[in-house]
Structure formats: structure tokens, C-alpha cells
Nanobody
Framework: QVQLVESGGGLVQAGGSLTLSCAAS????????MGWYRQAPGKQRELVAR????????TYADSVKGRFTISRDNAKNTMSLQMNSLKAEDTAVYYC????????????????WGQGTQVTVSS
């Protein structure tokens, strides 16, 4: 069972920065795509950023493009989300996500989630 643990959340003023980290219990090169999702009170969980297994492909939600940067360090088993120019609307619980291909031929994929870390941006 893969465990993902987020850290780095907190309270920050609008315009400030935070860096979230996600530590995995397994080597990152055994995981496929990884990403950050967030869920604000009363809203559905949404994708914030996603990164491919080799780190060469990154996708971002339109709302964070140019402000957030996702990265992964397979040697250190960590994935990060650098968040700059934070806005009040970025306030949410942020979740680390990863998928793992169990059987490519059968299309069996496992999905893992962390417990989440709170990010609060005061305006």
C-alpha cells in the first residue's frame, strides 16, 4: 500500500508564497502520474496541477497557470507544489495524488491520496 503525506500548508497573506511537499512511502519511479488537487468548503475537489512520471509533462488548472509550479524529485521520493502570488480563492485543503500501473496489459491502475494539508490565504 502506497502512502502519501503532504506538508507545508499554513496561513499566508494574499500575494505570499507557500511550498507544499508530498512524500511517498515508495520510490517515485514506481509511480506513474502525480498531481495536486484541492477542495474548498462547499465545492468539489478539483485538479490543480499534474506531472508525468518522468516530470516532462505538466498540466495546470487555468486558475493557477503562471503562479504555481509542480515538480517531482524521483531520487528524493518527493513531489512539490510551489505556489506564488496566492489569492484568497486559493484557500482549500490540498491533496497529493498518484497513480500506479499494476498491470498494463489488463489496464489495472491503483490510485492513492494523501490526507490533505490546509492552505488558508487571508485577503
Amino acid at each position: 500500500q502506497v502512502q502519501l503525506v503532504e506538508s507545508g500548508g499554513g496561513l499566508v497573506q494574499a500575494g505570499g508564497s507557500l511550498t507544499l511537499s508530498c512524500a511517498a512511502s515508495v520510490r517515485l519511479n514506481s509511480l506513474n502520474n502525480m498531481g495536486w488537487y484541492r477542495q474548498a468548503p462547499g465545492k468539489q475537489r478539483e485538479l490543480v496541477a499534474r506531472i508525468s512520471s518522468g516530470g516532462t509533462r505538466r498540466t495546470y488548472a487555468d486558475s493557477v497557470k503562471g503562479r504555481f509550479t509542480i515538480s517531482r524529485d524521483n531520487a528524493k521520493n518527493t513531489m512539490s507544489l510551489q505556489m506564488n502570488s496566492l489569492k484568497a480563492e486559493d484557500t482549500a485543503v490540498y491533496y497529493c495524488n498518484a497513480d500506479q500501473i499494476l498491470d498494463l496489459g489488463l489496464g489495472r491502475i491503483a490510485y492513492y491520496w494523501g490526507q490533505g494539508t490546509q492552505v488558508t490565504v487571508s485577503s
